[in-house]
Nanobody, 115 residues
Framework: QVQLVESGGGLVQAGGSLRLSCAAS????????MGWYRQAPEKQRELVAVFTSGGSTNYADAVKHRFTIYRANAKNTVYLEMNSLKPEDTAVYYCNAATLRGTRWGQGTRVTVSS
């Protein structure tokens, strides 16, 4: 099984920056794709940015040119660099991994952007 642990959330003013980290452990060789989703209050969980199984990246339109997903240590750690944050970016951010045995989620890390 793959375990995912996120860190890096917090409170920031609009226009500020945060970096989220997601560390994967366990059977990381089974990970096909990995990335970030978010869920704002009373809204559906939505894709933010992901590495696809082919190694390319996909971003939600709302975060393009502001957020950057990157990784270190092969598949072990994925980061989300968030710049020019807006109040509408406020949400719980979840790390996600698509593995050979199904989808895995982290526990989530809260990001709050004040206006």
């Amino acid at each position: 099984q793959v375990q995912l642990v996120e860190s890096g959330g917090g409170l920031v003013q609009a226009g500020g920056s945060l970096r989220l980290s997601c560390a994967a452990s366990g059977t990381i060789f089974s990970i096909n794709a990995m990335g970030w989703y978010r869920q704002a209050p009373e809204k559906q969980r939505e894709l933010v940015a992901v590495f696809t199984s082919g190694g390319s990246t996909n971003y939600a339109d709302a975060v393009k040119h502001r957020f950057t997903i990157y990784r270190a240590n092969a598949k072990n750690t994925v980061y989300l660099e968030m710049n020019s944050l807006k109040p509408e970016d406020t949400a719980v951010y979840y790390c996600n991994a698509a593995t050979l045995r199904g989808t895995r989620w982290g526990q989530g890390t809260r990001v709050t952007v004040s206006s």
